[in-house]
């Protein structure tokens, strides 16, 4: 495997300004004194998306908390867009393992819902032709005025990309976003969200379990092991983009998923 | 039937059993089991099993329930005391609302609430809450207030819980989507938990008017007064069973009310909830 270093992306990708940046991270639990995450070191550039995968309790949740302002770290630096992060911002996007979408509120009301938190009801209604556009991006044009309940869980999914989206946020964190749906839909969506993270040039940062979705998705791959939450290698990916399924079955693949596996299972069997 | 199953052309269908009496619908399924019932019933009167006095035959019941109705249908006095106890229940109702609701929300949304007052609540929830009717009585009469106050104090807990319930059923997932969209605590009671809560909440307010009814009869029971229950009591203390099995067939007439203005209300303001989550009758 090739592990290249940052002036090696030059040659095949345009080394872009940095957005996110975080610098000697640590974060221990007060209620416990468990050492969640210890010097984490991390800088997501314009454009990119990074992905972190580790067995659980390897603190992953815990720095996506951090990095979304949920948390605040017990060491360290954490800024984006050259600020430091004290607390949940308009410019962070997030996406959850479910859906989330309100079953009271149309698609359409639920995707602006953001906006209407923040600056009220009349704000929300001025960005629905923003909504309509971001529904039409992610195949949703004709479910504006749909309630959730009538939606399958793939396109839930996409309307919750769309109430990510509408305030243009300068970081996407997704915490396992597609791991609820079943395979097929799984890779379809991956797909989509390649498309939609090219189209939209979105800074991403993906928590998974999955080694071929972190390996397809992915310009560069956190492993992170527990005991405590540390990263203990970052695999860089060269496979060309855009991705398609089929890249799945080529050598390059199969030989970065071996080399995460092993580093992986010498933890479980440790 | 014998299959030839050595050529290939036949088909190999055959039928599910369903019993008859799954099978059969709601309303046949009702009147059959009504049938059966009074049927037994006046098998059971007829033959001298039981005394008139104690269970009248059903066309004495018939009858009263026709004489009841005609009181009722033309303004007499039972139509009064049916009044008197629907206020009951109508104020009773709406202080549990009242009182429940604010009780719960300060359970289910305060650390204060859950560990100051929740202990308190439970308390008393668990004490045979009619045992406090003499009470209301001594401190507020013989008239209508004493039968509220009781149908109130019963219908209270249910919603309290309820209510508290409620507020915690957002999941971690949605708590999280709204700190991360930035919204206030008031926001998020708002629009998130309290809308949430909704299904719990009218499952409490079910429970609820069934107990709002039995307070207001309770307490006519045993405060007298112009109402239903004092009827009631009346007719059995002269041993007039009939009349007791009309009065209370015309009293749940009431009851189904409540009970189905509550449903109602539910289809009509959780509106997202599945048919089978709320269930056809409850």
Not at chain 1, 205 to 215: N, Y
Not at chain 1, 227 to 248: F, N
Not at chain 2, 230 to 256: D, E, K
Request: proline share 5%; net charge neutral.
């Amino acid at each position: 495997m090739k592990m290249a270093e940052p002036q090696d992306m030059s040659i095949s990708k345009q080394v872009h300004r940095p957005v996110y940046e975080i610098a000697r991270l640590s974060k221990t639990y007060a209620s416990n004194k468990l050492v969640a995450l210890t010097d984490v070191n991390l800088t997501l550039h314009d454009g990119e998306f990074v992905s972190v995968i580790g067995s659980s309790g390897c603190g992953k949740s815990t720095l996506l908390k951090i990095m979304s302002g949920l948390m605040p770290p017990t060491k360290g630096r954490v800024m984006l867009e050259g600020k430091p992060v004290t607390g949940p911002r308009v410019d962070i996007g997030m996406m959850f393992q479910q859906a989330t979408l309100l079953p009271w509120k149309t698609t359409i009301e639920n995707i602006v819902q953001p906006i209407e938190i923040r600056e009220g009801k009349a704000a929300a209604k001025a960005a629905y032709g923003k909504a309509q556009d971001l529904l039409s991006l992610v195949g949703l044009g004709d479910f504006a005025n749909v309630y959730p309940g009538e939606l399958s869980g793939g396109m839930a999914q996409r309307a919750a990309i769309c109430r990510m989206l509408i305030t243009e946020p300068a970081v996407l964190l997704l915490d396992e976003p597609f791991s609820a749906l079943d395979e097929l839909t799984r890779d379809f969506m991956n797909m989509e969200l390649q498309r939609i993270c090219n189209e939209t040039k979105a800074t991403a940062f993906l928590v998974t379990h999955s080694l071929s979705e972190a390996v397809i998705m992915s310009d560069r791959i956190l492993v992170m092991k527990p005991r405590p939450g540390r990263v203990v290698e970052e695999v860089t990916i060269s496979l060309p983009r855009p991705r398609t399924l089929d890249m799945i079955n080529t050598e390059e693949f199969g030989r970065i998923v071996a080399h995460i596996r092993d580093l992986l299972d010498k933890e479980a069997m440790a | 039937m014998t299959y030839s199953s050595d050529d290939p052309l036949t088909d190999t269908v055959w039928v599910e059993n369903v019993s008859v009496i799954d099978s059969m619908p709601r309303w046949l399924a009702m009147t059959l089991l009504f049938v059966g019932f009074v049927g037994t019933w006046e098998i059971a009167t007829r033959f001298g099993w039981v005394s008139p006095i104690i269970l009248p035959s059903p066309g004495e019941t018939l009858k009263d329930l026709y004489f009841v109705g005609q009181n009722l249908l033309s303004g007499g006095y039972m139509l009064s005391a049916l009044w008197t106890t629907t206020q009951t229940v109508f104020w009773g109702f709406v202080i549990a609302i009242s009182i429940g609701f604010t009780l719960g929300v300060l359970v289910g949304e305060t650390k204060f609430g859950e560990r100051a007052l929740l202990p308190y609540l439970v308390a008393i929830d668990t004490m045979p809450k009619v045992a406090f009717a003499p009470l209301f009585i001594a401190w507020l009469g013989f008239g209508i207030s004493s039968k509220v106050a009781l149908a109130a104090f019963i219908a209270t807990f249910p919603i309290v819980v309820s209510t508290a319930a409620g507020l915690y059923a957002a999941s971690e997932n949605e708590r999280m989507l709204f700190k991360s969209m930035g919204a206030t605590r008031m926001q998020t009671l708002l629009r998130l938990k309290l809308p949430t809560g909704l299904p719990h909440m009218f499952t409490g307010l079910k429970i609820a008017a069934v107990g709002v009814m039995a307070g207001a009869i309770t307490g006519e029971f045993l405060g007298g007064g112009t109402g239903f229950g004092a009827l009631i009591r009346q007719s059995a203390s002269q041993m007039n069973t009939p009349r007791v099995f009309a009065l209370i067939l015309y009293l749940s007439l009431l009851g189904l009310l409540l009970y189905f203005s509550v449903l109602w209300l539910q289809r009509r303001i959780v509106f997202w909830q599945k048919e089978n989550q709320s269930g056809t009758f409850g």
